[in-house]
């Protein structure tokens, strides 16, 4: 069965930077676009970026773009996000989820998440 399991997350100071990783296994990773998701305080989900199979073609919502990086690694089954210049508004429970932008929610498939808090 599907299993993504999502890490990096912790507590970071405005301006500061972490990477969060995702380990997928289950299906044929090669063949899916990947997307991460997050949930603010109080908010319901938001797609955040996405990157298709080949790693090639990459999206990102406006406010992260120039900011964050989505990545992937296909011999390893992994999806990155690295997160640079956080803003306290960047502080939700990020979780990495099998699909692109149109389709994540669809597919019902993305992990446990994993908390990124950004606060002096």
């Known amino acids: 069965q599907v299993q993504i399991v999502e890490s990096g997350g912790g507590l970071v100071q405005p301006g500061g930077s972490l990477r969060l990783s995702c380990a997928a296994s289950?299906?044929?990773?090669?063949?899916?676009?990947m997307s991460w998701v997050r949930q603010a305080p109080g908010k319901g989900l938001e797609w955040v970026a996405d990157?298709?199979?080949?790693?090639?073609?990459?999206n990102y919502i406006d406010s992260v773009k120039g900011r964050f990086t989505i990545s992937r690694d296909n011999a390893k089954n992994t999806v990155d996000l690295q997160m640079n210049s956080l803003k306290p508004q960047d502080t939700a429970v990020y979780y990495c989820?099998?699909?692109?932008?149109?389709?994540?929610?669809?597919?019902?498939?993305w992990g446990q998440g994993t908390q990124v808090t950004v606060s002096s």
């Open positions: 289950g299906f044929a990773f090669t063949t899916f676009s």
């Open positions: 990157i298709n199979g080949a790693g090639n073609v990459i």
């Open positions: 989820a099998k699909g692109p932008r149109s389709l994540w929610r669809l597919n019902g498939s």
